[in-house]
């Protein structure tokens, strides 16, 4: 009766419960062996064994609400400025200035001496916080930041959205340098011209060739032949196919690339490793549209869609002889010069939850949310093997992960030191940039400031920026809040 009373008051007045009251009833409980009044009794405790965890935001909200002293917490995200707090507000524009600098210099506002501190959670920005101290008392440490930081990283963890990216769409967010390719392409997909897609290995020129494709709307396949995996003869019977007896081992005609092809798209990977004799055939079929089987003399007329790729220069092979100038005329119809990974800076934030979608599909793993600054952590490092290698590399990443959030300690990459450039200019090229990049960050990016600093006029800095390839609008939007 005592137990059945006790959890009766407790239950109807919530102001009356202590945890010496319901302790109590806790012995009563489980000397009677009551697992009804047991539940209810747990049902009493805020955060009872086995609840879920509260949201972040509510616990974050009530810690700040108990504040004496006015706390004032900032960020951007997707350029927009949001802010979280308590207490007397800080003057207008203050959070502000303390989202674009990073920080703020105590200074005299009302009753309250205000400072603003960077928000660091391993190693990347996630935001400031702006604390108001009496004016009156003397100064204290500031203990918040190294408290805040880890709540508001969890709170700005942003799972990537789970939408169908075709395999075949080259991802980019629209910006230079990749708009005025995509331009280009629009312009040459509906053409039958033939395309040669240049650019470094890794840097999506298979995906290009596939974007081609699906906006030429022809009705045939795509089908892909990397020319630099077969030996010359083999490929020959791979682009032509061969006749039955045409050599050992061909038992029955068998179709080749082009063919099967018809009415489609034939993409040729590598192209520049093609052989000299190889190089002759394929000219003439771009003339001539029309193709012999291996072992045959009879011509089959072709409707074939030509798009060609390399990583090397056909330009410099051609002019040493080792790639035919007439050609290369040919397959020049189009010409898309992929840029690489490291000129795309500035798209980090739009690429890296796609391609997260896609490496945590491919390692089978949940996909995890994405800590604040990653993408800007993940941004300056150099990516020779661009997009394929940052795939790659979050796939690694994802295994490592284990508590559902991406973070920066989980890319051993951002503790590397960058390795030296092959030669005396190029390393030369580098160390200018880096100076060039550090010197602007440490100063805001305000150009008069930095220039002044290196020892340049205005104008020079410009101009050597743009001799370094150093974009400084890109680079400011990369500057962590």
């Known amino acids: 009766m005592c137990l059945e ?84 507000p800080p003057p207008e524009g203050a959070l502000s200035r303390l989202a674009k600098n990073g920080s703020l210099a105590p200074f005299l506002h009302g009753s309250w001496a205000w400072r603003g501190y960077p928000l660091i959670w391993e190693g990347s920005p996630v935001g400031a ?14 203990l918040e930041p ?52 240049l650019g470094p290995t890794g840097s999506g020129k298979e ?4 974007e081609v494709h699906q906006r030429s709307g022809r009705s045939g396949p795509l089908v892909a032949v990397n020319c630099s995996a077969f030996a010359e ?17 061909a038992d029955r005609d068998r179709r080749g690339a082009i063919e099967v092809a018809k009415g489609g798209t034939l993409f040729l990977d590598e ?34 869609r030509f798009i060609a790729a390399t990583h090397r220069s056909l330009e410099d092979l051609s002019r040493a002889g080792a790639f035919r100038r007439d050609l290369l005329f040919r397959l020049q119809g189009a010409v898309l010069n992929l840029p690489a990974l490291a000129e795309r800076r500035h798209e980090f934030p739009f690429l890296l939850p796609r391609l997260t979608l896609r490496a945590a599909q491919a390692v089978k793993r949940p996909i995890p949310a994405l800590a604040p600054g990653l993408a800007q952590a993940l941004a300056r490092l150099p990516w020779p093997g661009n997009v394929r290698e940052l795939l790659h590399t979050l796939e690694r ?52 400031e ?22 400084l609008v890109a680079e400011k939007a990369l500057r962590p809040s």
């Not at 003869?233 to 081992?249: I, V």
């Not at 394929?282 to 074939?304: C, M, N, P, Y």
Request: negative net charge; aromatic residues 4%.
């Open 207 to 210: 995906l290009a060739a596939g």
């Open 5 to 88: 009373l006790g959890l009766q008051v407790m239950e109807r007045v919530p102001e009356l419960r202590t945890a010496a009251d319901l302790l109590a009833l806790q012995v009563i409980a489980d000397r009677a062996a009551s697992p009804r009044h047991q539940r209810r009794l747990a049902a009493l405790w805020p955060l009872s064994e086995g609840e879920a965890d509260p949201a972040p935001e509510l616990v974050f909200k009530a810690w700040l609400d108990e504040r004496e002293t006015p706390i004032w917490i900032v960020w951007e995200e997707d350029g927009q400025l949001h802010s979280l707090g308590s207490g007397d």
């Open 450 to 471: 930095a220039a002044q600093a290196l020892g340049l006029a205005r104008p020079a800095l410009y101009a050597t920026a743009k001799r370094l390839g150093v974009d």
């Open 271 to 304: 192209v520049a490793d093609l052989s000299p004799r190889l190089q002759s055939m394929l000219l003439r079929v771009l003339q001539e549209r029309e193709i012999r089987r291996v072992g045959s003399d009879h011509a089959l007329k072709v409707d074939v």
């Open 397 to 448: 990443a994802i295994l490592r992960c284990e508590d559902g959030i991406l973070k920066p300690r989980h890319f051993p990459e951002l503790d590397t030191p960058t390795l030296q450039s092959r030669t005396w200019d190029e390393a030369t090229r580098a160390f200018q940039r880096r100076l060039l990049l550090d010197t602007l960050q440490g100063r805001h990016f305000k150009v008069a």
């Open 146 to 197: 190294l408290l805040i930081s880890p709540w508001l990283a969890r709170i700005r963890a942003r799972r990537p959205v789970e939408a169908v990216v075709e395999s075949g769409l080259l991802l980019t967010d629209g910006s230079e340098p990749m708009a005025t390719i995509l331009r280009e392409l629009d312009r040459v997909a509906a053409s039958d011209l033939p395309v040669l897609i």
């Open 129 to 142: 916080v702006l604390l108001g101290q009496r004016a009156d008392a003397p100064p204290a440490p500031a």
């Open 233 to 249: 003869g083999l490929l020959e019977s791979e682009l032509f196919g061969h006749t039955k007896g045409a050599f050992t081992g």
